[in-house]
């Protein structure tokens, strides 16, 4: 190793911990055994040859054994255990337990509900008792809410298998019945939360919002649309524990005790009793521990001698982390974190060099470290979203000079607003003026052209970028040595951003029909004549339905058609009106939920538009499209029960018929209907399907199979919560011969027709 340069092997027993964490959960004790035998095989090796090559190898195995069989017990405690065994046989309990989560609630298809977790201590089912100290999610009412964190409670509900993480998923019957409140340490830090809340309370909603997001992560009542710009932007960090909330909280409260005239090693008593009441403050999670241990390692790295000690210190936090919580291998939220905090110990130090060369140092770092850190994480973004953000750098970079006073005023507004309520709202209105700032740069980097650039997630996708980002990093200290390529790359970033740049080859020639990837939703797309579309549906996010429409140049749309009500199909739909001109808007006969009913209706209302009931079997004709309303039949039923649980089965069934190619958009139609269609519609053939309902495995089989479609099409969400697409649904379709793609793995998706050729072109290469 080279004197002065990074220190990396603490990282190769980091990369090391990883894979054994992932042997551990997909390969079991054989993974473990494996490793042993190695680790003995390279001991052998090591008494008769010593080498440092060697010796590594066997630290990396060791480490790789020792996660791996933490990984294993830790699987076995939760599968095999007896909370486990009766959420298999979904048995009514009765159970004990600490609330270990914030209860959280969540609007559901069919209304709310309240989730958190509870470590349970003793659980009664099935005539026995057992003590155990094992988590499980709870589903139950808005009374949970009332449950606050580390209450212990007792409750009563019906066990369901869950993922591997907890043993079993709780339906609780009814309100909590309290036995004991929180510990003080846990009200004192629920105090302060709540005194942040207070603080900005009378402040626009953003910012009453992001304030305490930023200090604690809270981000209850935030935005969707802002989320979705703040995501686009590169700035959802800010909207949840990371590294960064640690290192301005620490590093204040350091910079007071200096102040006050604190020296040696009580800072660093300073330091450590600021961490342990940032992680009581912001809950101790999983998320939040890492956090605190990432933010740490960005300390170090950004320190004395950092570029040496600051890999060291990553990796061991990366193999300590994996010793004591092994699942945070496959938390997405653990690779940025990591890769980030890998980006600023390892190439912000040699940019910041690069850069101060001819920029003042302090700009060079406030430059560097944003840069170095997005670069680390794009192929992991890009894996989870599908798309690269180019305004990532510049949208930090703006917004840098804000976070640090929001967050310290935030935090002051709520220990001040403890003592002295007026002043908390004093400090709350000054950190209010700072979120506004931030909120303004992610909606306005959000609208640019070029604000993000769809990728794609496929592995082809993937490599690619990764070693984009590999050239990236090698070269940028070269470019950014010298000030006229280092501004030449910043102004070529800049024109790139304003202009939208072309997506090389889409939209394809000749596409008639594109399901747009926006998550778990349907969103679909019918080429008209003269660069207009009939959009069939909206899906859950107007930002991604507008990139969509963006790369398929569609300014006009002649017609929207809405299948039926639900959010997964109808949240984007003031997209359609970012830029223009909407003629029609049509619907299912079925007017429920009635709060989506009125939220559409308003919307269109806005935009002189009044929506209509799509006309059965009457045939439209939109330039060279052929639309037909296949069901729901007349006289079905306008009114539901008011909770959308009808409403699937009463989706508008779309027939479209173009340059010979005929497509059938079914929403999200049930077996029930798809049976129904098939004895209304007893010869109907078709070459396009989109399968119902994003691949539930709830299908009429033979409808399916009997329209005969050479391909079929599955709007899906990647690690959606429903389980969709079910195999039991594809494999009848794939073992007839029909080639099936689904957005969560090729993107967008388009049909395309070459003459009396019909293909298939995705985002994604797949």
Known sequence: MRAGGPDLRML?????????????????????GGALVLAAVLGLALRRRSGSGLGAALAGVLVLAAVGGVTVLRLEQVRRGPVAALAV??????V????????REVQGRFGSTVVCRLEVRSLTGRAQTFATRTTVLVVGDTAWLEAP????????????????????????????????????????????RASVRAAVAHRPADQAALVPALVDGDDAGLDEQLAADFRTTGLTHLLAVSGTNLTLVVGFLLLL???????????????????????????????????????????????????????????????????????????????????????IVLLAPVWRDALARWLPRVAAEAVAVPAAAQLACTPVVAALSGQVSLVAVAANLAVAPAVAPATVLGLGGGLVGLVWAPAGRLLGTLAGWCVAWIVAVATRAADLPGAAVGWGSGALALAV??????????????????????????????????????????????????????????????????????????????????R??????????????????????????????????????????????????????????????????????????????????????????ETGPGDGSTANDASVVLLAEVRGVRLLLTGDVEPHGQAALARTWPDLRVDVLKVPHHGSRYQDEPWLLGLGARVALVSVGADNDYGHPAAEALGPLVAAGTRVLRTDTGGDLAVVVDGTSLATVTVGGL
């Open 257 to 343: 005790a200096r102040t006050c005239g604190v020296r040696g090693r009580w800072l660093y008593v300073v330091g450590a009793l600021g961490i342990v009441g940032f992680v009581l403050l912001a809950r101790t999670e999983p998320s939040v521990l890492r956090a605190a241990v990432m933010g740490a390692v960005g300390l170090v790295g950004l320190g004395v001698d950092g570029r040496r000690r600051g890999p060291r210190a990553l990796g061991v936090a990366v193999v300590v982390l994996l010793l004591v919580q092994p699942g945070l291998a496959v938390q997405p939220g653990f690779a940025l974190s990591a890769l980030a905090t890998g980006g």
């Open 465 to 546: 970028l990764t070693l984009l980002v590999a050239a990236v990093a090698v070269a940028g200290p070269v470019l950014l040595r010298h000030p006229v390529t280092g501004v030449g790359c910043c102004l070529l970033l800049g024109l790139v951003v304003a202009v939208r740049p072309p997506q090389p080859g889409w939209p394809p020639r000749g596409w008639v029909m594109v399901a747009c990837d926006v998550g778990q939703g349907d969103a679909l797309v019918l080429a008209a004549d003269g660069g207009a579309g009939v959009v069939v549906d909206a899906g859950p996010d107007p930002v991604a339905l507008d």
């Open 96 to 103: 004990e337990g600490v609330v270990v989560s914030d209860p």
């Open 548 to 637: 969509c429409l963006d790369r398929l140049g569609v300014r006009t749309v002649p017609l929207a058609v809405l299948t039926h009500f639900h959010a997964d199909h109808v949240d984007g739909f003031a997209a359609l009106f970012e830029g223009r001109a909407v003629g029609a808007v049509e619907t299912t006969s079925l007017q429920d939920p009635p709060e989506a009913v009125q939220a559409v209706s308003e919307i269109a209302a806005a935009h002189g538009v009044t929506p209509t009931v799509a006309p059965y079997a009457v045939p439209q004709q939109v330039g060279d499209l052929r639309l037909t309303v296949l069901w729901p039949p007349p006289g079905a039923p």
């Open 12 to 32: 190769g027993l980091a990369v090391a911990a990883w894979a054994g964490a992932g042997a551990g959960r997909w390969q079991g004790w054989w993974s473990v």
């Open 89 to 94: 046989e979904r048995a009514a309990v009765r």
């Open 149 to 192: 964190l580390g209450s212990r409670v007792r409750t009563t509900g019906r066990l369901g298998p869950a993922d591997d993480d907890v043993a079993g998923v709780l339906a609780s019957r009814g309100p909590p019945e309290a036995v004991a409140g929180p510990d003080p340490w846990w009200r004192a830090a629920s105090a302060v």
